[in-house]
């Protein structure tokens, strides 16, 4: 099995105005063709997500047997991780599949706002637009299907339980 790397790109500031390094992702030929079209939305939008494919962490691999080696993203704080059902994510699927993603939230003791309602909520903006718009998952992290209406770089705010976490999803046509 040969693999193949490509690289996006996500250009961030700092207070000081330095730009933040860019990320890498990496991808199977087997899903070379698929990947290439997400991660060429990504570059022209500068998306800085980076889908894993090695082992998930212990705190998210409950319900998966073996090495549990799917494709995944994580949060930037780590409190979350999306578990990639489909990859690459697609604005319209026409081979019947979805955009299935499972919702993975470290575990804590203690939630920090215990009056906060439990549904993660996903507040995702299109990189480069005013498109904004927002998804709910009743009862929290969990399995859900998250479809957005156009391809590109997707920047989203999540919360739920009174905890909080971002993360860029890069959806392809």
């Not at 099995?1 to 490509?6: C, K, P």
């Not at 699927?93 to 019947?96: Q, Y």
């Not at 993975?104 to 706002?113: H, I, L, N, W």
């Not at 009862?139 to 859900?144: E, H, L, M």
């Given at each position: ?6 690289l ?27 990947t290439?079209a997400?991660?060429t939305?990504?570059?022209a939008?500068g998306?800085?997500?980076r889908?894993?494919t090695g082992?998930?962490?212990d705190w998210?691999d409950?319900g998966f047997?073996?090495?549990a ?7 930037a ?5 999306a578990v990639?059902?489909a990859?690459p994510l697609?604005?319209v699927?026409?081979?019947?599949s979805?955009n299935?993603?499972?919702w ?10 215990p ?10 903006r ?8 927002i998804?709910?998952v009743p ?6 299907i998250i ?16 905890h ?8 392809a046509?």
């Open positions: 099995m040969s693999s193949v790397v490509l996006a790109g996500c250009t961030a500031t700092t207070s000081g105005g330095s730009a933040a390094p860019a990320a890498t992702t990496a991808a199977t030929a087997s899903a070379t063709t698929a290439t997400a991660t939305a990504s570059a939008t998306c800085g997500s889908v894993e082992p998930l962490p998210a409950a047997s073996g090495d080696r799917v494709p995944h993203v994580f949060g704080k780590g409190d979350i991780v990639l059902f990859h697609r604005q699927r026409d081979d019947g979805n299935k993603i499972l993975v939230a470290r575990a804590v003791t203690t939630s920090p706002d009056v906060a309602p439990a549904t993660l909520v996903i507040t995702a299109l990189d480069g637009t005013d498109t904004q718009v998804r709910e009862g929290g992290p969990g399995p859900s479809d957005l209406p156009r391809a590109g770089c997707w920047r989203l705010d999540l919360s739920w339980s009174g909080t976490d971002t993360m860029d999803l890069t959806y046509r």
